[in-house]
């Protein structure tokens, strides 16, 4: 993570310092055929559908307590999408 990133992230508290990160919590990307992720991820791989969604071109999947995977539909932002949310000790 960038210092930028960091300090927008963490605060001022934790500003210069390392942030433990301890794992990944979400990971989300751009899918062209979002009900073909989500028989891929509940299908396939064997993932629950996570959280209610009131917005229909994203969905989350369970892989682990507390991890889940993001597909986007194409276009939502505009461009290529992947972002991470980190846990982080007391997160």
Known sequence: MDRFAL????????????LPILGIARVAFQSTDLEASGKFYTGLLG?????AQTNPAAAYFKIHDGQFVKPLESGLLGTVTLHTAAITPGH
């Open 47 to 51: 993932c629950e559908a996570a959280f």
């Open 7 to 18: 300090d927008a992230v963490a605060g001022p508290a934790v500003a210069g310092e390392a």
